[in-house]
């Protein structure tokens, strides 16, 4: 049964992507229009984090922004679709990256990077960054999905331009035998997701909230002395998106423990101000509070959970 229905789903998904972009942005707009106004999917969720996150903005401007929101995220969709069929010239076309001679001399110089990015702009055609780096692996950190035909389905997705997908259990030891092995590589971080609080070490003032955070992304960084970067992107129109890549470098005067955490959210926290339809806002973000986790653990149990990093 769920053989037959892995083959159902990558048969009619594929079928999908075989038609242009302008007419799955047509199928787009009316599953904008279902989720939006029928099923309204999220949207008490969607509505609070922009109203807390945006306490300035107006109730029109907040709604304005949530439509872009569902609007985007039903082209995100559809683009994804895409990715099954899509080729290489038509994903180089439409994904474009700039600072990726960086990333390249690294490459040269035996150098691994680490790039930080969020659930901003369409991050599953970054996975197209293989197309335009030489002698070195692109790789992402996933979460494997329950059923693991769909799982497998999404593998086969996110591996068509050559990149590597690492499951998250097994990220710190697949990079850190890599850094052993010499293989050069970049690895990609979606960090902006919300960490159990069993595994807080760090709070950042982000979008108005008082934020716990990930900061496995950061020692992984650090043990393998990789260069860190983040991906600044941007949708200049639809079906178009490009990928400006920074350089992280940490000054000789800051504290350099979570630095590279706080740079990366700051600069997220730029992207989302500049466009902010195009963040995942039905994601349930701040579901955890400092006050949850100052009730669980005593100071000197948070002590001793920051020494262990």
Known sequence: MITCLYYIVFGLWYALSLLPLK???????GIFYLIYYIVKYRRHIVRKNLTDSFPDKTQAEIIKIEKGFYSWFCDYIVETIKLF???EKEIKRRMTFEGVDMIQKDFNNGETCSMYLGHYCNWEWITSLPLHV???ICAQIY???????????????RSRFGAKNIEMDKSFRTIVSWKRSNKINIVGYIADQVPGLHNVHCWVDFLNHDTPVFTGAEKITSITNAKAYYGDITRPKRGYYKCVIRRIDVPETEDK????????FRLLEENINRAPQYWLWSHNRWKRTREDFNRLYTIEEQKRMLSRL
């Open 23 to 29: 007419l799955l942005y047509i199928l787009s707009d």
């Open 85 to 87: 069929s899509m080729s």
């Open 134 to 136: 030489d002698n070195g």
């Open 143 to 157: 979460h494997p999905l329950e059923n693991e035909r769909i799982d497998s389905l999404f593998l086969k997705l």
């Open 257 to 264: 423990k979570f630095f590279i955490t706080k740079e990366y």
